[in-house]
Nanobody
């Protein structure tokens, strides 16, 4: 079993900052790319950012320059630092990770989601 536990969501004013964390646990041999997705009401889920095991990152155009994704491989944790938040950033943010279990099988796992609300 792979578990993803997210934290850090909440209410923040426009222009403010928030940092999300997602910790992965289980009988895991290795973790590959980790990512953050979000889904706003009435919108499709979109990829916000991802980061490879080596640290290579990609960002959605809408967040580039404002958000930073990072990871701590020793703790199997991925972070999303969100700065200069805008109301349009309001969404449920979910983390996703892929990897390999100790038994040898690959896996893809999603977190439960954490609400980020940007409002004055």
């Amino acid at each position: 079993q792979v578990r993803l536990v997210e934290s850090g969501g909440g209410l923040v004013q426009p222009g403010g900052s928030l940092t999300l964390s997602c910790s992965v646990s289980g009988k895991i041999f290795s973790v590959g790319t980790m990512a953050w997705y979000r889904q706003a009401p009435g919108k499709e889920r979109e990829l916000v950012a991802d980061i490879s095991k080596s640290g290579s990152t990609d960002y959605a155009d809408s967040v580039k320059g404002r958000f930073t994704i990072s990871r701590d491989n020793a703790k199997n944790t991925v972070y999303l630092q969100m700065n200069s938040l805008k109301p349009e950033d309001t969404a449920v943010y979910c983390c996703k990770t892929v990897g390999r279990l100790t038994i040898g099988n690959g896996f893809t796992s999603w977190g439960q989601g954490t609400q980020v609300t940007v409002s004055s």
